[in-house]
């Protein structure tokens, strides 16, 4: 009841031609109300016949009634305007704007359709799409969301409802369409065709659905990578500040200690001198003493005198021998000098390797999606991840002469005079590249003479012994090479290869998906062997030259 109640007071305060709230409402003398400036235009119209009436009752006044503004009518709208009932009641009557879809039944100020009606071609408000509801003949009327389309329903050609599919023309058309130019045409209802296409949009919108999953699952793991990638840095962030703070401690340490070493031998030096010193001066003073003595004797002029104070002259105290003191100009410390040098050397050297070890550990990040990167096929691809390599000389063999850059190696007879170093190979006539290989990467080894062993391996295989030999162990792999075949070699174990001979060899490694390919190289590339395994450490590319002096290999420089 209260609602109905609102319902009227808004209509009683509406003015019957705009449809909306009175604006300076006035009275006619039949007393219905309108709006000044509504009343005024309906009667403007009425001036040609000097007839003007009332738009509600019909009324005729035959003089146009001359109109003041109802005050108290205009108040009353005013309060009215501020109280709920009429703020809520609009809800009832809202009215089509711009965007919106119009009762196509409502004259004056049309509302907002609630519905379409497919089967009229109408587009009806709440209020006139009660009959749809009530009545049987609508019954099987097909209402649909309101729409602005519906003449799109219609043909062009016929002014005909289009319930039909045509199939051959992929078009929809009207009932005479079909007994027309698509008469011998594929044709089903259109609703037939809804029903299959519906299956369709179905099957596109799980496989859609199916894909947003599959998107959001990857997300949410790049996502898990990300937080992953940042815990790691922030600990290696934390954890090398730590490691540095305690290796300035341990330079500290070490400094003070050699500090105190110093000036502790400097302490005994010192001291050691200065009792020298000391007991120089002693004899300085004594000789001189003796000195003046004899001296005095010299002098005398009493022979008998000068007799006898010379044959009893004081005894001199034993001499200090001159070639006790080892004096060495410039000498003194020289030697901690030059330990401390070649320790910084050292560390400098190791420091360098460390960090270009470190810089191809973090920069290198693989994100791997649902579909993981393949091994290239053309040499062009390959050439896409090409590293430049370069040998290390503290891992080469004395008879393996390091030139270009550090990219060539040849086997001589004479020794080499590298320095001394832990990393070096002693045995096998091997050296390891200085760069580790991390990330996807391809280089290519050109050799000369008998034949050579491409490798990979890990850093802990250099030093001295036969077990170090690359392919002779759990941590090196080799391609063996010469004239006639391939072998390939790992653990121990020997599996002989077939393939056309070159004398470049390409090797692709990509450490993360462990795949490890050697490939022959000329006008064609052709696969000679691939390995699938996991790589537990950073990897080195190895060569070894094993038989005759003057055969060499070499880095080729691929960009």
Not at 27 to 39: A, K, L, Q
Not at 106 to 111: A, D, F, Q, S, W
Request: charged share 25%; glycine share 4%.
């Amino acid at each position: 009841m209260a609602q109905k109640r609102v319902k009227l007071d808004w209509e009683s305060f509406s003015c019957s031609i705009c449809l909306d709230l009175l604006k300076d409402p006035v009275t006619t003398p039949c007393g219905h109300s309108y709006c000044m400036n509504c009343i005024k235009a309906h009667w403007d119209g009425e001036d040609e016949n000097q007839i003007y009436s009332c738009p509600q009752c019909r009324e005729i006044f035959p003089p146009r009634p001359v109109l003041l503004k109802n005050t108290m009518l205009a108040d009353l709208v005013e309060e009215m305007k501020k109280t709920e009932e009429l703020q809520a009641s609009p809800a009832d009557h809202c009215y089509a704007g711009a965007e919106d879809v119009a009762c196509d039944v409502c004259t004056g100020r049309k509302l907002k359709a609630l519905k379409s009606c497919l089967v009229c071609l109408v587009s009806y408000c709440k209020k006139h799409l009660q009959p749809h509801y009530e009545l049987p003949v609508f019954k099987k009327h097909k209402l649909v969301v309101p729409s602005k389309n519906l003449q799109e329903n219609i043909c062009s050609h016929h002014d005909e409802v289009m319930k039909i599919f045509c199939r051959t023309d992929q078009q929809c058309i009207c009932y005479l369409c079909l007994m027309d130019e698509h008469k011998a045409h594929d044709t089903v209802s259109a609703a037939a065709e809804r029903t299959e296409r519906q299956k369709e949009l179905e099957g596109s919108q799980q496989n859609i659905q199916q894909r947003i999953q599959d998107r959001e699952k990857d997300m949410k793991l790049l996502q898990q990578e990300v937080e992953a990638i940042n815990r790691s840095a922030d600990k290696a962030v934390e954890d090398s500040e730590k490691i540095f703070t305690e290796l300035i401690r341990l330079m500290e340490k070490i400094s003070s200690h050699v500090n105190q070493q110093v000036r502790s031998q400097q302490k005994t030096e010192v001291s050691r001198v200065e009792e020298v010193q000391e007991k120089l001066e002693q004899e300085m003073t004594e000789l001189k003493k003796k000195d003046a003595e004899l001296k005095n004797i010299s002098h005398t002029e009493d022979h008998i005198q000068f007799l006898q104070n010379y044959s009893s002259p004081s005894p001199l105290s034993e001499s200090t021998d001159s070639s006790s003191i080892d004096i060495r100009p410039l000498r003194y410390f020289e030697d901690v000098t030059a330990a401390v040098s070649e320790l910084r050397d050292k560390l400098q050297d190791l420091l360098k390797e460390t960090w270009a070890n470190m810089s191809l550990t973090v920069t290198e990040v693989d994100v791997l999606l649902s579909n993981p990167q393949r091994e290239p096929k053309t040499r062009a691809d390959f050439l896409k991840y090409s590293r430049e390599i370069t040998l290390d000389p503290n891992t080469a063999h004395t008879q393996l002469l390091l030139s270009e850059g550090n990219r060539k190696a040849t086997l001589t007879r004479d020794q080499q005079s590298y320095p001394s170093h832990s990393d070096r190979f002693s045995v096998q006539f091997q050296v390891l590249s200085r760069e580790s290989l991390t990330g996807p990467c391809y280089w290519e080894v050109e050799w000369r003479g008998n034949g050579v062993h491409v490798a990979v391996a890990y850093k802990n295989i250099c030093g001295g012994g036969s077990l170090n030999e690359f392919g002779q162990n759990k941590i090196s792999w080799v391609l063996k090479c010469d004239r006639r075949r391939y072998h390939f070699w790992y653990n121990k174990v020997q599996t002989s290869l077939s393939g056309p001979q070159s004398s470049r060899v390409g090797v692709y490694l990509d450490h993360r998906a462990g795949l490890l390919s050697y490939y022959s190289v000329s006008d064609t590339m052709t696969l000679l062997y691939r390995v699938q395994t996991t790589f537990t450490q950073p990897l080195y590319a190895g060569l070894q030259l094993y038989y005759r002096f003057g055969d060499t290999a070499e880095l080729c420089k691929l960009k």
